[in-house]
Protein backbone atom coordinates (compact mmCIF):
# COMPACT_ATOMS: atom_id res chain seq x y z
CA UNK A 1 0.00 0.00 0.00
CA UNK A 2 2.74 2.63 0.45
CA UNK A 3 3.20 3.43 -3.21
CA UNK A 4 -0.48 4.64 -3.09
CA UNK A 5 0.45 6.11 -0.09
CA UNK A 6 2.99 8.28 -1.01
CA UNK A 7 0.68 9.80 -3.78
CA UNK A 8 -1.22 11.24 -0.84
CA UNK A 9 -0.16 14.86 -0.51
CA UNK A 10 -1.17 14.58 4.06
CA UNK A 11 0.69 11.05 3.85
CA UNK A 12 4.57 11.08 5.47
CA UNK A 13 6.31 8.43 5.90
CA UNK A 14 9.07 8.62 9.03
CA UNK A 15 11.31 5.30 8.79
CA UNK A 16 13.52 4.47 11.73
CA UNK A 17 10.89 6.47 14.06
CA UNK A 18 10.52 4.47 17.56
CA UNK A 19 7.41 5.82 19.21
CA UNK A 20 7.91 5.50 23.26
CA UNK A 21 5.46 6.91 24.65
CA UNK A 22 1.62 9.10 23.93
CA UNK A 23 0.90 12.60 25.30
CA UNK A 24 -1.58 12.09 27.47
CA UNK A 25 -3.94 14.76 29.22
CA UNK A 26 -6.33 12.71 31.40
CA UNK A 27 -8.41 15.47 32.48
CA UNK A 28 -9.37 16.09 28.85
CA UNK A 29 -9.19 12.75 28.29
CA UNK A 30 -7.52 12.76 25.02
CA UNK A 31 -4.49 12.39 23.75
CA UNK A 32 -2.20 15.29 22.37
CA UNK A 33 0.51 13.67 20.58
CA UNK A 34 3.31 11.22 20.42
CA UNK A 35 7.09 11.12 21.36
CA UNK A 36 9.08 9.08 19.17
CA UNK A 37 12.68 8.23 18.85
CA UNK A 38 15.10 8.83 15.72
CA UNK A 39 17.10 5.53 16.17
CA UNK A 40 19.51 6.75 13.90
CA UNK A 41 20.93 9.30 15.99
CA UNK A 42 19.08 9.00 19.49
CA UNK A 43 17.15 12.47 19.26
CA UNK A 44 13.74 12.57 20.46
CA UNK A 45 10.74 14.69 18.75
CA UNK A 46 7.15 15.28 19.45
CA UNK A 47 4.22 14.96 16.70
CA UNK A 48 1.44 16.39 17.81
CA UNK A 49 -1.84 14.79 16.71
CA UNK A 50 -5.61 15.39 16.84
CA UNK A 51 -6.17 11.83 16.50
CA UNK A 52 -3.82 8.85 17.26
CA UNK A 53 -4.33 4.93 16.06
CA UNK A 54 -1.90 2.52 18.07
CA UNK A 55 -1.43 -0.22 15.40
CA UNK A 56 1.65 -1.67 16.55
CA UNK A 57 0.85 -5.12 17.00
CA UNK A 58 -0.08 -6.97 20.57
CA UNK A 59 2.48 -6.33 22.80
CA UNK A 60 3.24 -2.97 21.03
CA UNK A 61 -0.23 -1.64 21.93
CA UNK A 62 -0.26 -3.21 25.74
CA UNK A 63 3.24 -1.42 26.45
CA UNK A 64 2.57 1.62 24.54
CA UNK A 65 -0.68 2.05 27.01
CA UNK A 66 1.61 1.28 30.15
CA UNK A 67 4.50 3.32 29.61
CA UNK A 68 1.70 6.58 28.57
CA UNK A 69 -0.40 5.80 32.00
CA UNK A 70 -3.13 5.41 29.90
CA UNK A 71 -5.95 3.00 31.46
CA UNK A 72 -5.53 1.12 34.73
CA UNK A 73 -3.20 -1.68 34.50
CA UNK A 74 -4.42 -5.68 34.97
CA UNK A 75 -4.20 -6.70 38.63
CA UNK A 76 -4.39 -10.52 39.11
CA UNK A 77 -4.53 -10.57 42.70
CA UNK A 78 -7.18 -8.70 42.89
CA UNK A 79 -9.04 -8.77 39.36
CA UNK A 80 -9.20 -5.25 38.91
CA UNK A 81 -7.77 -3.26 36.24
CA UNK A 82 -8.18 -3.73 32.41
CA UNK A 83 -4.69 -2.88 30.33
CA UNK A 84 -2.86 -6.16 29.89
CA UNK A 85 -6.02 -8.18 31.06
CA UNK A 86 -6.97 -11.41 28.76
CA UNK A 87 -3.79 -11.79 26.91
CA UNK A 88 -4.57 -15.15 25.17
CA UNK A 89 -2.96 -17.49 22.73
CA UNK A 90 -3.51 -20.77 20.48
CA UNK A 91 -3.50 -24.09 21.01
CA UNK A 92 -1.04 -24.81 18.11
CA UNK A 93 1.38 -27.36 16.69
CA UNK A 94 -1.35 -30.05 17.01
CA UNK A 95 -2.13 -32.90 14.90
CA UNK A 96 -1.37 -36.03 12.67
CA UNK A 97 0.81 -37.16 10.19
CA UNK A 98 -0.52 -39.88 7.19
CA UNK A 99 1.81 -41.65 4.35
CA UNK A 100 0.52 -43.43 2.16
CA UNK A 101 2.39 -45.58 -0.44
CA UNK A 102 -0.32 -45.70 -3.09
CA UNK A 103 -1.17 -42.17 -2.95
CA UNK A 104 0.71 -39.35 -4.17
CA UNK A 105 0.68 -35.32 -3.16
CA UNK A 106 2.31 -31.99 -4.31
CA UNK A 107 2.63 -30.35 -1.66
CA UNK A 108 5.01 -27.28 -3.17
CA UNK A 109 2.10 -26.21 -5.05
CA UNK A 110 0.17 -25.70 -1.63
CA UNK A 111 -1.12 -22.31 -0.42
CA UNK A 112 -2.68 -21.94 3.08
CA UNK A 113 -6.11 -20.87 1.45
CA UNK A 114 -6.31 -24.25 -0.48
CA UNK A 115 -6.74 -26.60 2.49
CA UNK A 116 -9.74 -28.48 3.92
CA UNK A 117 -10.96 -26.73 6.80
CA UNK A 118 -13.14 -28.86 9.26
CA UNK A 119 -15.15 -26.92 12.29
CA UNK A 120 -17.39 -29.91 13.23
CA UNK A 121 -15.19 -29.92 16.59
CA UNK A 122 -14.78 -26.02 17.01
CA UNK A 123 -16.31 -23.59 19.23
CA UNK A 124 -20.17 -24.42 19.94
CA UNK A 125 -20.71 -26.71 16.79
CA UNK A 126 -20.61 -29.84 19.02
CA UNK A 127 -22.09 -31.07 22.35
CA UNK A 128 -20.28 -30.37 25.02
CA UNK A 129 -22.37 -32.19 27.64
CA UNK A 130 -19.97 -34.61 29.89
CA UNK A 131 -16.97 -33.17 27.99
CA UNK A 132 -15.75 -31.34 31.06
CA UNK A 133 -14.39 -28.18 28.80
CA UNK A 134 -15.48 -25.28 26.51
CA UNK A 135 -14.17 -24.62 23.24
CA UNK A 136 -12.81 -26.70 20.50
CA UNK A 137 -10.73 -26.90 17.46
CA UNK A 138 -10.69 -26.70 13.51
CA UNK A 139 -8.77 -28.98 11.71
CA UNK A 140 -7.39 -28.08 8.13
CA UNK A 141 -5.82 -31.06 5.88
CA UNK A 142 -3.72 -30.08 2.91
CA UNK A 143 -0.77 -28.54 1.82
CA UNK A 144 0.99 -25.36 2.39
CA UNK A 145 4.23 -25.68 3.09
CA UNK A 146 6.62 -27.82 0.56
CA UNK A 147 9.78 -25.82 1.41
CA UNK A 148 12.44 -28.24 0.70
CA UNK A 149 14.17 -27.74 3.81
CA UNK A 150 11.42 -27.24 7.19
CA UNK A 151 9.34 -30.00 5.45
CA UNK A 152 10.42 -32.87 5.52
CA UNK A 153 7.74 -35.53 6.92
CA UNK A 154 8.98 -39.05 7.64
CA UNK A 155 7.13 -41.81 9.63
CA UNK A 156 7.59 -42.77 13.05
CA UNK A 157 11.24 -44.71 14.24
CA UNK A 158 13.11 -42.45 10.86
CA UNK A 159 16.80 -42.01 12.36
CA UNK A 160 16.68 -38.45 12.51
CA UNK A 161 20.31 -38.04 9.90
CA UNK A 162 22.15 -40.36 8.08
CA UNK A 163 21.28 -42.40 4.71
CA UNK A 164 18.37 -44.10 6.12
CA UNK A 165 17.10 -40.29 6.82
CA UNK A 166 17.54 -39.20 3.61
CA UNK A 167 15.94 -42.08 1.86
CA UNK A 168 12.67 -41.58 3.95
CA UNK A 169 12.44 -38.08 3.17
CA UNK A 170 13.10 -38.23 -0.57
CA UNK A 171 10.33 -41.57 -0.37
CA UNK A 172 7.90 -39.58 1.49
CA UNK A 173 8.16 -35.85 0.64
CA UNK A 174 5.55 -36.54 -1.73
CA UNK A 175 3.36 -39.57 -0.19
CA UNK A 176 2.63 -37.23 3.20
CA UNK A 177 -0.06 -35.75 4.40
CA UNK A 178 -0.78 -33.76 7.91
CA UNK A 179 -4.38 -32.91 9.47
CA UNK A 180 -3.35 -29.74 11.94
CA UNK A 181 -5.52 -29.17 14.87
CA UNK A 182 -5.80 -25.41 16.16
CA UNK A 183 -7.31 -24.82 19.14
CA UNK A 184 -9.24 -21.92 20.86
CA UNK A 185 -7.46 -20.30 24.20
CA UNK A 186 -9.46 -18.17 26.47
CA UNK A 187 -9.21 -15.83 29.24
CA UNK A 188 -7.59 -16.81 32.38
CA UNK A 189 -7.31 -14.48 35.30
CA UNK A 190 -3.62 -15.54 35.64
CA UNK A 191 -2.82 -14.91 32.25
CA UNK A 192 -1.58 -11.35 31.41
CA UNK A 193 0.71 -8.59 29.81
CA UNK A 194 2.72 -6.39 32.69
CA UNK A 195 6.04 -4.26 33.10
CA UNK A 196 8.57 -6.02 33.66
CA UNK A 197 10.27 -4.37 37.10
CA UNK A 198 14.53 -5.75 36.60
CA UNK A 199 14.76 -5.59 32.19
CA UNK A 200 14.43 -2.19 30.08
CA UNK A 201 14.66 -1.95 26.60
CA UNK A 202 17.35 0.07 24.56
CA UNK A 203 15.06 3.21 25.71
CA UNK A 204 15.54 2.04 29.30
CA UNK A 205 12.09 1.59 29.30
CA UNK A 206 10.59 -1.37 31.30
CA UNK A 207 10.33 -4.56 28.88
CA UNK A 208 6.79 -6.02 28.60
CA UNK A 209 6.42 -9.03 30.48
CA UNK A 210 4.30 -12.06 29.49
CA UNK A 211 2.48 -14.46 32.60
CA UNK A 212 1.21 -17.23 30.96
CA UNK A 213 0.66 -20.92 31.51
CA UNK A 214 -1.82 -23.57 29.55
CA UNK A 215 -4.99 -24.50 32.22
CA UNK A 216 -6.69 -27.59 32.25
CA UNK A 217 -9.47 -26.29 29.80
CA UNK A 218 -6.93 -26.12 27.13
CA UNK A 219 -5.47 -29.66 27.69
CA UNK A 220 -8.62 -31.31 27.05
CA UNK A 221 -9.65 -29.23 24.42
CA UNK A 222 -6.36 -30.83 22.84
CA UNK A 223 -6.50 -34.06 23.55
CA UNK A 224 -10.36 -34.32 22.56
CA UNK A 225 -10.11 -32.96 19.29
CA UNK A 226 -6.55 -34.69 18.25
CA UNK A 227 -8.17 -37.84 19.12
CA UNK A 228 -11.26 -36.34 16.51
CA UNK A 229 -8.44 -35.92 14.18
CA UNK A 230 -6.75 -39.09 14.87
CA UNK A 231 -9.73 -40.89 13.90
CA UNK A 232 -10.38 -39.15 10.82
CA UNK A 233 -6.62 -40.00 10.02
CA UNK A 234 -7.33 -43.86 10.53
CA UNK A 235 -10.35 -43.85 8.09
CA UNK A 236 -8.54 -42.29 5.67
CA UNK A 237 -6.63 -45.65 5.66
CA UNK A 238 -3.06 -44.52 5.40
CA UNK A 239 0.30 -47.09 5.00
CA UNK A 240 1.78 -45.48 8.10
CA UNK A 241 0.38 -43.35 10.64
CA UNK A 242 2.52 -41.32 13.00
CA UNK A 243 1.49 -40.64 16.68
CA UNK A 244 -1.03 -37.89 17.39
CA UNK A 245 0.69 -34.88 18.35
CA UNK A 246 -0.73 -33.17 21.67
CA UNK A 247 0.93 -30.00 23.36
CA UNK A 248 1.59 -31.36 27.28
CA UNK A 249 3.29 -30.11 29.96
CA UNK A 250 4.17 -26.25 30.70
CA UNK A 251 4.04 -23.14 27.86
CA UNK A 252 7.38 -23.07 26.58
CA UNK A 253 8.26 -19.78 23.64
CA UNK A 254 11.42 -21.47 22.56
CA UNK A 255 9.98 -24.25 19.40
CA UNK A 256 7.74 -21.71 17.25
CA UNK A 257 4.45 -22.33 17.40
CA UNK A 258 2.42 -19.17 15.68
CA UNK A 259 2.43 -15.89 16.32
CA UNK A 260 -1.17 -15.37 16.78
CA UNK A 261 -1.38 -13.20 20.09
CA UNK A 262 -4.59 -11.63 21.67
CA UNK A 263 -5.72 -9.92 24.42
CA UNK A 264 -4.20 -6.74 26.52
CA UNK A 265 -6.54 -3.94 25.12
CA UNK A 266 -9.50 -5.91 24.82
CA UNK A 267 -13.18 -4.67 23.47
CA UNK A 268 -16.13 -4.21 25.60
CA UNK A 269 -19.21 -2.68 26.93
CA UNK A 270 -17.86 -1.08 30.41
CA UNK A 271 -14.97 0.81 31.06
CA UNK A 272 -14.17 -1.06 33.96
CA UNK A 273 -13.74 -4.28 32.06
CA UNK A 274 -12.35 -3.18 29.00
CA UNK A 275 -9.83 -0.70 27.25
CA UNK A 276 -11.60 0.10 23.89
CA UNK A 277 -15.31 0.13 23.08
CA UNK A 278 -17.39 -1.40 20.10
CA UNK A 279 -15.49 1.41 17.46
CA UNK A 280 -12.05 0.42 19.43
CA UNK A 281 -11.97 3.85 20.68
CA UNK A 282 -10.13 4.23 23.69
CA UNK A 283 -12.59 4.75 26.78
CA UNK A 284 -9.82 6.59 28.73
CA UNK A 285 -9.17 8.97 25.24
CA UNK A 286 -11.62 9.71 23.21
CA UNK A 287 -9.13 10.86 20.17
CA UNK A 288 -7.10 7.09 20.45
CA UNK A 289 -7.94 4.58 18.46
CA UNK A 290 -6.24 1.15 18.63
CA UNK A 291 -6.16 -1.58 15.91
CA UNK A 292 -5.06 -5.44 16.03
CA UNK A 293 -5.91 -8.33 17.90
CA UNK A 294 -4.72 -7.17 20.81
CA UNK A 295 -8.58 -5.67 21.37
CA UNK A 296 -9.74 -9.26 20.88
CA UNK A 297 -11.73 -10.49 24.62
CA UNK A 298 -10.77 -14.06 23.52
CA UNK A 299 -8.54 -16.49 20.85
CA UNK A 300 -10.68 -18.39 18.82
CA UNK A 301 -9.65 -21.86 17.10
CA UNK A 302 -9.24 -19.51 13.84
CA UNK A 303 -6.25 -17.23 13.45
CA UNK A 304 -7.11 -13.69 13.70
CA UNK A 305 -6.13 -11.67 10.49
CA UNK A 306 -10.13 -11.95 9.22
CA UNK A 307 -11.18 -9.84 11.91
CA UNK A 308 -8.30 -7.86 12.21
CA UNK A 309 -8.94 -6.11 8.66
CA UNK A 310 -12.32 -6.17 9.18
CA UNK A 311 -12.13 -4.38 12.71
CA UNK A 312 -10.02 -2.03 10.88
CA UNK A 313 -12.51 -1.12 8.31
CA UNK A 314 -15.14 -1.08 10.93
CA UNK A 315 -13.58 1.53 13.02
CA UNK A 316 -12.09 3.90 10.17
CA UNK A 317 -15.35 4.06 8.80
CA UNK A 318 -16.29 5.35 12.30
CA UNK A 319 -13.84 7.74 12.62
CA UNK A 320 -14.49 9.35 9.04
CA UNK A 321 -18.28 9.19 9.88
CA UNK A 322 -18.92 10.15 12.95
CA UNK A 323 -15.87 11.13 15.25
CA UNK A 324 -14.35 13.98 12.65
CA UNK A 325 -17.86 15.51 12.42
CA UNK A 326 -18.33 14.92 16.88
CA UNK A 327 -15.42 14.46 18.13
CA UNK A 328 -16.00 12.81 21.70
CA UNK A 329 -16.86 9.04 22.98
CA UNK A 330 -19.04 7.62 19.99
CA UNK A 331 -20.02 5.35 22.84
CA UNK A 332 -21.18 6.55 26.46
CA UNK A 333 -20.79 4.06 29.29
Known amino acids: ??????????????????????????????????????????????????IVVLSAYVFGNVSLLFHSGIGEPYDPATGKGVVGKNYCYQLSRMGVTMFFEDREFNPFMGAPGSVMALDDVDGDNFDHSGLGFFGGSRMACGHSDGRPISYRPVPPGTPRWGSAWKRATAKYYRHSVNIGVSGSNYANRNNYLDLDPTYKDQLGRPLLRLTYNFVENDYRVMEYTVDVAAKIARAMNP??????????????????????NTGGTIMGTDPKTSVVNRYLQSWDAHNLFIMGASTFPQQPAYNPTGPVGALAYWA??????????????????
Open 1 to 50: MLPLLRQEAKFTLRSRAWVSRLLYDKAAKKVTGVVYTDTRNGEEYEQPAG
Open 239 to 260: TIMGPPRVRRGDYDIVPYQSTH
Open 316 to 333: AEAILTKYRNSPGPLVHA
